[in-house]
């Protein structure tokens, strides 16, 4: 009797089978792989002995407006004694690799001079309006007041003084001459089109 050789649809379907079954396992696994997404970061509380990443000066009892930063590999965000610091880590290549949320204080919820310690006085970072060469001191020098509306930063300006400014306009040449540069801010703006 001759064999027939008559082509089965299923003939191969073991190895179909097994391809497929490998193929959905690497996918699984790839996703097992990946990394989990950024755990929600919230500003905290500033405690007694926290002390501010840049300069090593103590927190606690420091005029101006402070900042918080989570950055990777670490469940707790490094603290800063001013936003003049915060700015100064924040806006270094090597950090902006490793930074995620950052806060600073909204000065429309502190005492200038007594600052809350409460996290709810914190806002984003990067949301926030910032007004330079304003004349207030804070725990370096000559610091930039952070707020979350842009209202309360006019306000501020009016009564003291300065200029707002957005996260992205900040520059390390602002931050390092905040103190000399009241009559030059226009040469340390970021232009709104230059990439960070």
Same mark, same amino acid.
């Given at each position: 009797?001759?064999?027939?050789?008559?082509?089965?649809?299923?003939?191969?379907?073991?190895?179909?089978?097994?391809?497929?079954?490998?193929?959905?396992?690497?996918?699984?696994?790839?996703?097992?792989?990946?990394?989990?997404?950024?755990?929600?970061?919230?500003?905290?509380?500033?405690?007694?002995?926290?002390?501010? @990443?840049?300069?090593?000066? &103590?927190?606690?009892?420091?005029?101006?407006?402070?900042?918080?930063? /989570?950055?990777?590999?670490?469940?707790?965000?490094?603290?800063?004694?001013?936003?003049?610091?915060?700015?100064? /880590?924040?806006?270094?290549?090597?950090?902006? @690799?490793?930074?995620?949320?950052?806060?600073?204080?909204?000065?429309?919820?502190?005492?200038?001079?007594?600052?809350?310690?409460?996290?709810?006085?914190?806002?984003? @970072?990067?949301? @926030? &309006?910032?007004?330079?060469? =304003?004349?207030?001191?804070?725990?370096?020098?000559?610091?930039?007041?952070?707020?979350?509306?842009?209202?309360?930063?006019?306000?501020?300006?009016?009564? &003291?003084?300065?200029?707002?400014?957005?996260?992205?306009?900040?520059?390390?040449?602002?931050?390092?001459?905040?103190?000399?540069?009241?009559?030059?801010?226009?040469?340390?703006?970021?232009?709104?089109? =230059?990439?960070?």
């Amino acid at each position: 009797m001759k064999s027939s050789s008559v082509t089965r649809p299923f003939a191969r379907g073991p190895h179909l089978v097994s391809a497929i079954v490998v193929a959905i396992s690497l996918v699984s696994l790839g996703g097992c792989m990946r990394h989990d997404p950024i755990a929600e970061q919230k500003p905290v509380d500033i405690q007694k002995n926290d002390t501010c @990443a840049v300069c090593g000066m &103590y927190l606690k009892n420091a005029p101006g407006p402070r900042a918080e930063a /989570y950055v990777k590999g670490r469940k707790q965000p490094l603290k800063f004694d001013s936003t003049r610091d915060f700015f100064a /880590y924040a806006l270094q290549p090597e950090h902006r @690799a490793i930074l995620q949320h950052q806060f600073v204080q909204d000065c429309a919820k502190i005492d200038w001079n007594h600052p809350s310690d409460a996290a709810d006085s914190f806002t984003d @970072a990067q949301a @926030a &309006y910032y007004v330079a060469w =304003q004349p207030l001191a804070g725990a370096m020098g000559p610091t930039l007041a952070s707020f979350a509306q842009q209202g309360d930063a006019t306000r501020f300006v009016q009564q &003291y003084g300065g200029r707002i400014v957005r996260y992205t306009e900040v520059t390390p040449q602002m931050i390092s001459l905040l103190g000399t540069a009241q009559h030059q801010p226009h040469m340390l703006m970021r232009s709104p089109k =230059q990439k960070q």
